[in-house]
Nanobody, 124 residues
Framework: VQLQASGGGLVQAGGSLRLSCAAE???????TAWFRQAPGKEREFVGV????????YYADSVNDRFTISRVKAENTMYLQMNSLKPEDTAVYYC???????????????????WGQGTQVTVSS
């Protein structure tokens, strides 16, 4: 299964970006998530959405600024990022799992499919 992430770029602090993550039309995920990794740091959980119920959960650092959504008919997930800060600078990855029994959706190890990453740079 291939996940194609796109939408990254350079933005000033306070600005907005929207990332997209498209999966193959035949893929039937249960959870899809966004992670990010800054240079020299571990991969960090950003947020997750349940594919069928569209329930979301976010890291405290992005709560109230970022919003995850999905369009089932397009098999595409989005990450709307508002009020961006320089500390949001990272490579952003989308991830997905077809497993319904995931308990720790914040753990990268729970996801078997990953996108290639898209760079987000926020200037001060």
């Amino acid at each position: 299964v291939q996940l194609q992430a796109s939408g990254g770029g350079l933005v000033q602090a306070g600005g907005s970006l929207r990332l997209s993550c498209a999966a193959e039309r035949t893929f039937d995920p249960r959870f899809t998530a966004w992670f990010r990794q800054a240079p020299g740091k571990e991969r960090e959980f950003v947020g997750v959405i349940t594919w069928y119920g569209a329930s979301t959960y976010y890291a405290d650092s992005v709560n109230d600024r970022f919003t995850i959504s999905r369009v089932k008919a397009e098999n595409t997930m989005y990450l709307q990022m508002n009020s961006l800060k320089p500390e949001d600078t990272a490579v952003y990855y989308c991830a997905a799992t077809a497993r319904a029994d995931v308990k720790q959706t914040m753990r990268p190890s729970e996801y078997e499919y990953w996108g290639q990453g898209t760079q987000v740079t926020v200037s001060s």
